[in-house]
């Protein structure tokens, strides 16, 4: 019996550009994955899109969609909305894995795993570091609640530029870490 919940926020887009066929590709996979998934009862899974065309967070089905352009600087916006919501109205969530529409998971392997590792103060991924700052990185990374909760503290509303030490350090798809 697990004790682990977990949601997986993917990062996706729908806007046409020169990757739109490689990502309705990797959703079409996607869905397969969550389809295989759906009898684990311990997993949620929504693809986290931005529209300029809404006024506010928006949660359909599988999609959950924040105002504003696709844009690579709106990934963190993307994450950190999703982070606090989680916060907000998931209470029952121990676990968040926010990865890439191009990493796959193998769940009940994951799921496992995270049955034997604390509950605090968890963050799983690979590390990278940017001017002796370390930060998450690769394909997506899991975090523990209080993680998200500090994560979600720490960026005011509609200002998600991640400061360190003084400085702003540039945009990266998971650097919402830092």
């Known amino acids: 019996m ?3 919940k977990l949601i997986c926020g993917i990062i996706a887009t729908r806007q046409d550009n020169t ?17 295989k998934n759906n009898k684990i009862n311990d997993i ?13 967070i928006s949660i359909n089905k599988l999609d959950f969609t924040v105002p504003g352009k696709e844009t ?3 990934i963190i916006k993307k994450t950190v909305c999703f982070f606090k919501y989680i916060c907000k109205e998931r209470k029952d969530v121990t676990h968040v894995l926010r990865c890439n529409l191009s990493s796959f998971y193998n769940f009940p392997l994951l799921l ?14 690979s590390k990278q570091s940017i001017r002796g ?14 993680v998200i909760k500090k994560i979600g503290d720490y960026f005011q509303e509609d ?10 350090i540039e945009s990266d798809d998971v650097l919402v870490g830092v």
Do not use: H
Not at 19 to 35: A, D
Not at 44 to 56: A, H, I, K, N, T
């Open 133 to 146: 700052i370390s930060y998450p990185s690769g394909c997506g990374a899991v975090y523990s609640m209080d």
């Open 72 to 74: 690579k600087s709106n």
């Open 2 to 4: 697990s004790n682990i």
């Open 19 to 35: 990757n739109s066929r490689s990502c309705e590709e990797f959703k079409k996979e996607w869905l397969k994955v969550i389809e």
């Open 159 to 168: 200002n998600y530029e991640v400061v360190r030490q003084g400085r702003r």
């Open 44 to 56: 949620e899974f929504y693809f986290l899109y931005c529209d300029p065309d809404v006024d506010d």
């Open 112 to 125: 496992d795993k995270l049955n034997t590792l604390k509950m605090s103060e968890l963050v799983l991924s």
